[in-house]
């Protein structure tokens, strides 16, 4: 039931009355909405334009969605005299090696690649602790401490 103006002396009538009570003129029943014809294919087809559109709204404008180069450095220093490491280099492939600390390698990434580094103690004492160092700032870094004890840092490239 809905509430309609009588269009003779403009009291609100129910629609579901045949007259208005108030001047006995008859009751315009308002217009019944008729069942969309939207085809479904239609409607898919339009939200997989809107879906591209988005995509190539943030693909053109979208801030850091870049994939630019990169300058990623790997560090581990601690009182440590060696470690083991294992780390993802510049190929995307798993690199290990043992190492001297403090030891560094400077390569380049693309942004939203992934970067991992971990370092394994290879003493009886001391801390290792791994760095990856994006652009100049400090990105992740993992401390470890006693014999044999093992640091690691991973993330997607800014």
């Not at 002396?9 to 008859?26: E, F, L, N, R, T």
């Not at 879906?51 to 969605?65: Q, T």
């Not at 401490?145 to 991973?154: E, Q």
């Amino acid at each position: 039931m809905a509430l309609v103006t009588c269009r003779e002396c403009g009291h609100q009538v129910s629609s579901d009355a045949s007259a208005c009570p108030q001047c006995g003129a008859p009751v315009t029943k308002p217009p019944v909405a008729a069942p969309s014809k939207t085809n479904s294919a239609t409607g898919c087809g339009s939200l997989i334009a809107v879906g591209i559109l988005i995509w190539l709204f943030f693909s053109v404008f979208g801030h850091g969605c870049s994939t630019s180069p990169r300058s990623v450095t790997y560090r581990v220093d601690g009182t440590a005299s060696s470690a083991s490491l294992t780390y993802q280099n510049a190929q995307g492939g798993t690199q290990q090696e043992t190492v001297a600390l403090p030891w560094e390698l400077p390569m380049t990434a693309q942004a939203g690649s992934f970067v991992y580094i971990s370092a394994q103690n290879q003493g009886e004492s001391g801390n290792v602790t791994v760095h990856i160092v994006v652009d100049g700032k400090e990105f992740k870094q993992s401390t470890a401490r006693g014999a044999y004890t093992i640091a690691s840092a991973s993330g997607s490239c800014p």
